[in-house]
């Protein structure tokens, strides 16, 4: 083909088929054909990809705003997500980039584009009494070894549900994180973690190896370690979502996220010593440096504290 003839939606396919597909993982791999085949090409997949500008590439980043969700799920309200838009942003941009490197086209357009900015979500927190009542709430509707591994390992929501009995070493107190899940499409598909800092071992407390363990004796053949009682597989994020809901209702709490359980468990390692390394370690985080910024605002109470009980104890010296 004559690289002025390619249209959006036949450099798209191209850059999947030669580029992408072989080089990311499953989860991504769909989300990105998803995006391509259903956000992209109905709307400007006919233009030719010379053609394409930046101003048209915002007309559609702000169509996919306010009604991109009623082309395809037609559900939780017409619009999608900024991180949704964002995402087909950065795919676009990897898409267009390669074209620019093979001699397809002269510049980037997406480079002249601004996507939306996240929405930046307040973080909350449990306090110790709080995550006692949470847990309690928990054990109440039968769900507490699962909530209780949550708040002692931090682990993301799909990393939690895609758990096997074969993860645990009871042994050894250690629980293997190797994957994950997510909702693309309608359904539910199991993945490498998010990055290969995701993929960790982790020791846990006894106490949740008991649980753990007392848990799979009520469904012994049954490979998932939190199997649904409704459909003996493993859980849905967002029935999870709504136990998660239920329990906070339960223990008389504020309404958070389940993601602030992931937080919670950061900040109370950070506030009885764990170091940032170790933490970075088990939360799964690329960096040190990106754990530290996440929870800089637990660091630096910290060190206030660090400093005030310094200068209580040279007081004492002078």
């Known amino acids: 083909m004559n690289c002025q003839e390619y249209t959006i939606a036949q450099w798209l396919q191209t850059w999947y088929d030669l580029y992408a597909k072989q080089n990311i993982r499953e989860s991504p791999r769909l989300q990105y054909s998803y995006f391509i085949n259903h956000l992209v090409i109905p709307q400007i997949g006919e233009i030719p990809l010379s053609q394409l500008t930046g ?15 009623v082309r395809s799920q037609k ?14 942003h950065m795919l676009l941009h990897a898409a267009l980039e390669q074209a620019v490197r093979a001699g397809i086209i002269a510049k980037n357009p997406t480079m002249e584009c601004k996507p939306p900015k996240l929405e930046q979500k307040e973080m909350k927190v449990n306090q110790p009494q709080q995550i006692g009542n949470y847990l309690q709430a928990a054990a109440e509707r039968n769900v507490l070894p ?29 629980i293997s994180v190797t994957k994950s899940v997510s909702r693309l499409n309608g359904e539910l598909v199991v993945s490498q973690p998010k990055t290969q800092h995701s993929i960790r071992t982790l020791l846990i407390p006894q106490q949740a190896v008991d649980l753990l363990v007392q848990e799979h004796s009520q469904h012994p053949n049954n490979p998932y370690l ?11 994020p967002e029935t999870v979502a709504r ?25 109370v390692a950070l506030q009885n010593g764990v170091d940032i390394k170790t933490l970075s370690g088990m939360l799964g985080h690329y960096s040190s440096d990106f754990t530290l910024d996440t929870y800089t605002h637990v660091t630096r109470k910290m060190q206030e504290e660090a400093a005030e009980k310094m200068g209580q104890f040279m007081e004492m010296k002078l």
């Open 226 to 236: 939190f199997p649904s009682p409704t459909t003996g597989t493993m859980y849905s």
């Open 75 to 88: 559900r939780m309200g017409p619009g999608l997500s900024p991180k949704t838009v964002r995402s087909v």
């Open 243 to 267: 136990i998660h809901k239920r329990i906070l209702r339960d223990a008389g709490l504020e309404d958070c996220r389940f993601h602030d359980l992931r937080h919670t468990f950061a900040t």
């Open 55 to 69: 101003l048209r590439l915002q007309i559609l980043y702000q169509d996919l705003r306010t009604n991109g969700r």
């Open 146 to 174: 699962m909530f209780f591994l949550e708040l002692t390992t931090g682990l993301r929501r799909g990393e939690l549900l895609a758990l096997l009995w074969s993860d645990l070493d009871p042994q050894n107190r250690s």
